[in-house]
């Protein structure tokens, strides 16, 4: 069993930027690959972006790339979602999610096997 707590979420200005993290704990977090999604009121779950168990591989959804960065600390057992130029329609509740794999790659389209609760993004002036 993994656990998954996400933080950082809050109020941005619209062009401002926010470092969302994800900690997780109890399991095997270096075989896992970790994937972030989010979901505004009365829209679909969206995948954001992934990265592999070791962090050489990574993807992004067209709607973020160049703006968002997914990194990871496997010492600290933490992956970082740095969000940049970050728009109101980046408004939504933010999920990181776990997928224990052999692969050394990541795929957003993967049934994940771990959630965290969420943290809440808002986007206003």
């Known amino acids: 069993q993994l656990q998954l707590v996400e933080s950082g979420g809050g109020l941005v200005q619209p062009g401002g930027s926010l470092r969302l993290s994800c900690a997780v704990s109890g399991g095997a977090f270096s075989y896992s690959a970790i994937g972030w999604f989010r979901q505004a009121p009365g829209k679909e779950r969206e995948g954001l972006s992934c990265i592999s168990r070791s962090g050489d591989s990574t993807n992004y959804a067209d709607s973020v790339k160049g703006r968002f960065t997914l990194s990871r600390d496997n010492a600290k057992k933490t992956v970082y979602l740095q969000m940049s130029s970050l728009k109101p329609e980046d408004t939504a509740v933010y999920y990181c999610?776990?997928?224990?794999?052999?692969?050394?790659?990541?795929?957003?389209?993967?049934?994940?096997?771990?959630w965290g609760q969420g943290t809440q993004v808002i986007v206003s002036s």
């Open positions: 999610a776990a997928d224990v794999t052999v692969s050394r790659s990541c795929d957003l389209l993967k049934k994940y096997d771990y």
